[in-house]
């Protein structure tokens, strides 16, 4: 199993398109730039079906940045490179598309963690209503009940996810606890 986030997401797919030993692939808001001629051509895709891929993009990283960056994905057509990735794929009942809703990219890094205060004071503006490690675990969930779907999962893994979701409903008691404290 691969998974990367941004260059690194295109870097797993890549990987798993030449590679058929990998099973499963994990993509959070791949960047298809690199890619973007291989993708519109029809000749970037997952060829087996027994690899599976899940692709989970988020709101904010296609419609943010300056004009040059809007006006890179017009031209290379980047917004919609998921879309023909999994139409250039063969791996269909094996694949999910994923967009997360009010979420930015690096939502999904351990910077949300590592850094909250800058990820607050550069992004609050975009979206004020959603807390960022909420989103970091949601990513983390989201992998996780999609390897159990493609039967991915050693006898090991429900332990994992049983701690997983109890960091979660910590983190929201956590979450509710500071935001009364702040009213």
Aim: charge should be negative; glycine fraction near 6%.
């Amino acid at each position: 199993m691969v998974c990367g986030h941004s260059f690194g997401g295109i870097t797993a797919l890549g990987t798993t398109v030449a590679d058929k030993r990998i099973r499963a692939t994990i993509s959070l808001d791949p960047w298809f730039f690199p890619r973007y001629k291989e993708n519109d051509s029809g000749k970037f895709g997952i060829q087996s079906s027994e690899q599976a891929s899940c692709l989970i993009v988020t709101e904010g990283f296609y419609s943010w940045g300056p004009e040059l960056y809007q006006e890179a994905d017009k031209a290379f057509n980047l917004g919609s490179g998921f879309n023909t990735f999994l139409e250039n794929s063969k791996n269909a009942g094996k694949q999910a598309h994923i967009t997360l809703l009010a979420n930015d990219h690096l939502n999904q890094t351990d910077i949300v963690i590592l850094q909250p205060l800058e990820i607050y004071l550069t992004e609050i503006k975009k979206f004020p209503s959603i807390h960022f490690n909420e989103h970091y675990m949601l990513n983390a969930q989201l992998g996780i009940d999609f390897l159990a779907k493609m039967d991915m999962l050693t006898n090991r893994e429900p332990i994992a996810l049983q701690i997983l979701k109890s960091n979660i409903d910590k983190q929201r008691a956590y979450i509710k606890d500071n935001l009364k404290k702040q009213d």
